[in-house]
Structure formats: C-alpha cells, structure tokens
C-alpha cells in the first residue's frame, strides 16, 4: 500500500472551543491510483487533506506514505518529507504575479534533487508558447496549468489536488481533468483530489466519502470514465 491513512483524528482550538474536525478518518492508496474524497461541506475533506501533505499536524492515528510514517516528525523532516514526496494543486491558483510563467514553474523545480525534464513538461502541458507571459495575461485554466506544473516538476510521489477545477468554467474543467488524466497515466503520479462536483468520481479508480470527520464509504471504480466523457 503506498498511502496509508489510520485513524487520524485533528482538532482546533483549546478548551470550550475546542473543534474536532476529523475524528478517526482512514483510507489506503495503492501507487498510481486516482482518486477523490467527496462529501458535503464541513466534513473535514481539506483538512484530511492538509494533514496527509503534512501542512498540518495530527493529533493522533498516523499516516504513512511509501511505507514510512509522518507521526512525530519535526518540522524540518516535515518540510522534507513535503519536498520530497508531495505536490499540491489549490483552487486558487497561488502564481507569483511578479514571475513570467516559466519562473513560476521553475520555482517548484529548485524544491528538488530530481526534478521533471522542465522542456517535457511544459510540452506536456501545452505551456511552451506561454513561457513568457505573466500570470495577469493568462486565463484561469491557463493559469491552472501553470499551477499544476509547478507542482509536478518536483516530480513528486504525489499529487494531492483540493478543488482543483472549482473556480473554473465546464470546458476548462474538463481540460483540467484530461491534464491530470494524461500526468496520472505518463508519470504514474498518484493523485487524491477533493471536490464537490458530482461528475468527477467516475473518472476516479477509488472514492472515498466524508461525513462529520470520518471516511464512511469506499467505492471502487472497475471502469473509470474517461475524463474528456464527464458532463460537468
């Protein structure tokens, strides 16, 4: 199993404001599945998320990845377990306004020892042509993909992706979507994805559900849908 999540429980807060957020969440991955974690708001989604890219740390259970646990790291081992395993792909997409395209993906390149072939990726991405503009000259899904670049020329294990199609209209949704389909398949990347549309589990191999801070369903996917197939 190359993710495991056990039992992770997480609050907020001290005392009589103390909120617990997950309350005994666990899931497994196996390397270079797609899948989601849905459910309705509140739930706990992106903080499992968070805890799982070590952007929070958890109270108790424990969460592993290729075998080796993040319970108790300090945080300079934190950081370096986040650079050497993990990508994040936000909603919002977190671009350096005052970097062209090409400094903002090689931002995510220096994170690493062993980063992507920067010229591939940016083939990949239909970015090549792009290289020079500034995030203020670029549409949202243009923009998207920048963002998604940067996360993947670290080359991480894994990409965690927290609603990463939801300030986007349909059709640059679904070229999202057909993007992480395509990273998914060429660099075997195993992404986890929150998000709300109802449409994306059936592209996904596993989904887990959420409600009041624990996973309460896993569904297996035989046949997943092709991305380009989704009506979003």
Do not use: W
Not at 63 to 90: A, P
Not at 163 to 181: F, N, Q, Y
Not at 207 to 216: H, L, S
């Amino acid at each position: 199993m190359y993710l495991e999540v056990i039992d992770v429980k997480k609050s907020y807060g001290k005392g009589e404001g103390k909120q617990q957020v997950l309350k005994g969440a666990s899931c497994s991955l196996d390397r270079g599945d797609m899948a989601s974690i849905i459910g309705s708001s509140g739930g706990g989604k992106s903080t499992l998320l968070n805890c799982i890219g070590a952007l929070e740390v958890i109270d108790e259970g424990d969460i592993r990845v290729d075998g080796n646990s993040i319970k108790g790291l300090s945080k300079k081992d934190l950081t370096k377990f986040r650079r050497d395993n993990i990508g994040y792909i936000f909603q919002f997409y977190n671009l350096l306004t005052n970097l062209n395209v090409r400094d903002n993906i090689r931002t995510g390149e220096k994170l690493t020892d062993q980063p992507m072939d920067y010229g591939k990726l940016i083939e990949s991405l239909n970015l090549k042509n792009l290289e020079k503009k500034y995030p203020g000259q670029l549409s949202g899904g243009q923009q998207q993909r920048v963002a998604i670049a940067r996360a993947l020329i670290k080359n991480p294990k894994l990409l965690l992706c927290d609603e990463p199609t939801g300030a986007l209209d349909s059709a640059t949704a679904k070229e999202t979507l057909v993007l992480l389909e395509k990273i998914n398949a060429e660099f075997g990347t195993t992404i986890l994805m929150v998000t709300h549309n109802q449409a994306i589990p059936a592209m996904m191999k596993k989904n887990f559900v959420m409600k009041d801070g624990r996973i309460i369903e896993q569904i297996i996917n035989e046949n997943p849908a092709p991305a380009d197939t989704l009506e979003l």
